[in-house]
């Protein structure tokens, strides 16, 4: 722009002193185009810088907004993180505390399985060793049986008793001997003694019903197994059922014969088993 100017003065100066030819106006009309060419290059230049300087401060601008959203994102994105890691942190503690639980959950499960199994295996060989001892005839007259871990000794009421009495046969005696001999070498079981009866009324003398009857002959046996055969008292319980356990019709001879019976009742002792109750886990 400077040098447009000092073209222009410099013509002018010339033109003033009137002393030009023609080839040196023909020259200085050729810079003055040129210089005019210039000239609108350079506005032309400058008004595109003007304008990509605009566009510039534009896209900085922008920039600097998107860097502060990513600011904030990075600090929100930290923020989650860091309470992610609390949370683990906790749900550690927490699974490690679920599978302690867990483990002696699973403890308390396997001693009461081994409990059950030895039950088992104690009860069966209880049963094979009885039904071995028993002789054909008595095998007719003793039913044996295991269930829900409990076993069942069902004697016929007339191998037992004469009708209508509680004194116990003398050709009982060798059953129960050896009845007395397996709850003997089972030290770690009770027995409990039920005596049951049809419902057919009884009138005898100190004998008022069939409660009274049933009792008294599960008082026999018990009898019978301490003085007889040397089973321990305290190991034992004598009860009466009467008429209201039947396991038959009492419609029919067979099904009346079948409810009279004395069941001896051989089970573990429920202290064993309530000991491991009390050492189950505690859940929080």
């Given at each position: ?39 609108t ?60 639980q ?86 770690d ?47 034992m ?16 001879e067979?099904?009346?014969?079948r ?18 109750i ?7």
């Open positions: 722009m400077k040098t447009l100017s000092l073209a222009v003065i410099s013509l002018s100066l010339v033109l003033i002193s009137g002393c030009v030819s023609k080839k040196q106006y023909a020259e200085l009309e050729a810079q003055h185009r040129q210089l005019s060419q210039d000239y290059t350079l506005t032309n230049n400058y008004n595109a810088a003007q304008g990509n300087v605009q566009t510039i401060n534009a896209l900085l601008e922008q920039e600097r907004k998107n860097n502060a959203e990513l600011k904030r994102n990075y600090a929100n994105m930290q923020s989650t993180l860091d309470r992610s890691i609390q949370q683990n942190a906790q749900g550690n503690v927490n699974i490690s505390k679920l599978v302690d867990i483990n002696a959950s699973n403890k308390y499960i396997r001693q009461l399985v081994q409990a059950k199994s030895k039950s088992d295996s104690l009860n069966l060989t209880l049963v094979t060793n009885l039904t071995r001892s028993l002789t054909p005839l008595e095998s007719d007259e003793v039913n044996v049986k295991v269930l829900k871990g409990v076993v069942y000794i069902s004697l016929a009421d007339n191998m037992l008793f004469e009708t209508g009495k509680y004194d116990v046969n003398a050709r009982a005696m060798q059953t129960l001997g050896k009845i007395a001999k397996i709850i003997k070498d089972y030290r079981y009770d027995v409990l003694v039920e005596g049951n009866t049809d419902p057919v009324p009884i009138h005898r003398e100190n004998i008022r019903n069939n409660w009274d009857l049933s009792a008294l002959r599960a008082s026999s046996i018990v009898q019978v197994l301490q003085n007889d055969f040397g089973v321990n008292p305290s190991r319980t004598a009860g009466g059922r009467g008429e209201y356990n039947p396991i038959a019709d009492n419609d029919t067979l099904g009346r014969q409810n009279r019976r004395t069941e001896i009742i051989i089970t573990p002792k429920l202290d064993q088993f309530l000991e491991l009390d050492k189950a886990p505690e859940n929080d």
